[in-house]
């Protein structure tokens, strides 16, 4: 089958490929396909539907700078908002005539200055190629005995099937991360009797979530200044609640005050001291992502609720068998248990191979991840990461997309003003940044030791975080203004 050809491909159509389009198309690139595998554009926002899926940002910093929406119901917008904004921004910036969807890329090759991708609906071929795809993508099933033995229905969170009925059953729920302490407390009301399998505990803080009624919406609309205020104000709270935290943790005094006030908020929610004391993480806040729920925690005051913490030994027909030997009998099972995140198969989902015959995956298995900005890696030229190691510093994924998107576009176009047909980021430019990015893991949160206790998916498995370690304003400078000597462009 004869390939179609595409100035460039762009692989996933959530809100990095929906943002890296309307910039490219900005920028006077109108040759460009962007296949996905869902039904339609939003990423997550397509494929998480679970009860109580929200985002766990505040919605005025989770949309891009240039389309800031004023029609959120909530400070803290439910899923459905998310995936009806995605589809707005794809209808309003005139892109959707560039996407594919329901289309699956299996693998991609260069040579001669070009990519040859394979997919689910036929080969492509592409001058540029642009990751797109999440860390939040592909579904973690978890590595328990049995797993296929449970005779129920059981499913994923973020495939989530809305015709398994959970009213007056009893429901088994593994995994207690930011997904599953959206569910919880959703479905503990409905259900007959509530397992919840706890590995790990989370740090859970209040959510400063509230209705923004129709005349805040209005307000938000038309008094000027209304839009840019909350999102500035929006803007510094995400800033200092992670960036600022996470990686400049050895400058700031009284980060046990935070866990501190976490521990009295928990005190106050969970009325009993053991089911507290099991529900107290033994890790920084900040190892991993903790998650922000104004009821997840209350929830475990109720009578139909069950907290387990002994560890899983098998799953079986009919439930769940914990390493004391109790059968946990269960009519629906659920896993809320995360994402590949850097495993093999994830970064990326397919097999990505250079022009001397490197799999990106088997290097980035083999050693550690690198990259240059999140955006580009040596040895692979004409290819683009939105969503890279060491490029998210772990503020809004709205920031780091329009930040990946602008450094792309500068590429593209300067490759464009050359007229050359590879463009390559030099070894000097990606060793220089990565060891900038590693000379300040000291002063992350990272570095404390409890985060051993937390089991965080922050960390690869050789130990690294491939965080960015910096403010949104530094990165956000350095993706406009890096040399364009950092790359090397070839006729
Ligand atoms: P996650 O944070 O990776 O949590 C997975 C949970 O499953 C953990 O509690 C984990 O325990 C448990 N688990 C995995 N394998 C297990 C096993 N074999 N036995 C027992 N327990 C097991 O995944 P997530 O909750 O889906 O959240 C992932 C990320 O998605 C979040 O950090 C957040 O960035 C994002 N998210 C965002 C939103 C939002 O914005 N609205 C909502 C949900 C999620 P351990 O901790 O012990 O590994």
Redesign the pocket.
């Known amino acids: 089958m004869e390939p179609e050809h595409h100035e460039i491909v762009i692989v996933g159509g959530g809100f990095s490929g929906i943002g890296t389009t309307i910039a490219l198309t900005r920028a006077g690139f109108d040759d460009v396909l962007v296949v996905d595998d869902a039904d339609g554009p939003g990423g997550?926002w397509q494929w998480?539907t679970y009860p109580g899926?929200?985002?766990?940002?505040p919605s005025f910093s989770?949309q891009f700078s240039f389309a800031q929406g004023s029609q959120w119901t909530r400070s803290?917008a439910p899923?459905h908002e998310l995936k009806a904004y995605a589809e707005r921004c794809v209808d309003e910036y005139g892109i959707g005539g560039k996407f594919r969807f329901r289309t699956r890329v299996a693998s991609a090759t260069y040579a001669d200055g070009r990519w040859r991708i394979e997919t689910s609906t036929g080969p492509l071929t592409a001058r540029w190629m642009i990751h797109a795809g999440g860390p939040?993508s592909q579904p973690?099933l978890?590595?328990?005995p049995g797993l296929d033995e449970f005779a129920g229905p059981s499913m994923h969170?973020?495939r989530w099937d809305h015709s398994i009925a959970l009213d007056g059953k009893r429901v088994g729920i593994?995994?207690?991360?930011?997904?599953?302490?959206?569910v919880i407390p959703e479905i503990a009301p409905v259900v007959e009797r509530l397992t919840v399998?706890?590995?790990?505990p989370?740090w859970c803080l209040p959510k400063f979530d509230f209705p923004i009624p129709a005349i805040g919406r209005r307000a938000l609309a038309v008094v000027p200044g209304a839009k840019a205020l909350s999102r500035l104000a929006s803007q510094a709270y995400v800033e200092a609640t992670f960036p600022v935290l996470a990686h400049f943790h050895r400058f700031i005094p009284g980060t046990n005050a935070i866990e501190h006030a976490a521990r009295q908020y928990l005190a106050t929610q969970v009325h009993d001291a053991a089911t507290r004391d099991r529900l107290t993480p033994r890790y920084a806040l900040g190892c991993?992502?903790p998650?922000f729920h104004n009821s997840y925690l209350a929830t475990f005051n109720r009578s139909n609720v069950d907290l387990e913490t002994g560890?899983?030994e098998e799953i079986t027909a009919t439930g769940v068998r914990t390493a004391d030997g109790v059968e946990h009998e269960l009519d629906v099972l659920i896993?809320?248990?995360?994402?590949k995140?850097t495993d093999r198969d994830a970064l990326p989902t397919y097999e990505l191979i250079g022009p001397e015959g490197e799999n990106l995956a088997d290097r980035w298995d083999r050693t550690h991840l690198r990259s240059y900005q999140g955006v580009s890696t040596v040895g692979f030229p004409n290819y683009f990461t939105v969503f890279g190691p060491y490029g998210y510093n772990g503020a809004s994924f709205f920031t780091l997309v329009e930040n990946s998107a602008a450094h792309i576009v500068r590429v593209l176009r300067e490759a464009r003003r050359r007229d050359a047909r590879t463009v390559e980021v030099t070894a000097a430019a990606q060793d220089a940044y990565m060891e900038s990015v590693l000379a300040r893991r000291g002063n992350q949160v990272f570095a404390d030791p409890t985060c051993a206790n937390?089991?965080?998916?922050y960390f690869t498995k050789n130990g690294d975080v491939p965080f960015r370690a910096s403010t949104t304003l530094e990165a956000t400078w350095s993706s406009r203004r890096f040399p364009l000597s950092d790359y090397v462009f070839a006729p």
Not at 174 to 182: D, E, H, K, P, S
Not at 197 to 200: A, D, E
Not at 335 to 339: D, E, I, Q, R, S
């Open positions: 997550v998480n899926v929200a985002v766990d940002i989770y803290y899923g939040l973690k978890p590595d328990i969170t973020s593994i995994g207690t991360g930011a997904t599953a302490v959206q399998f706890q590995r790990t989370i991993k992502r998650s560890s899983i896993l809320a248990t995360g994402f995140v937390a089991n965080s998916y």
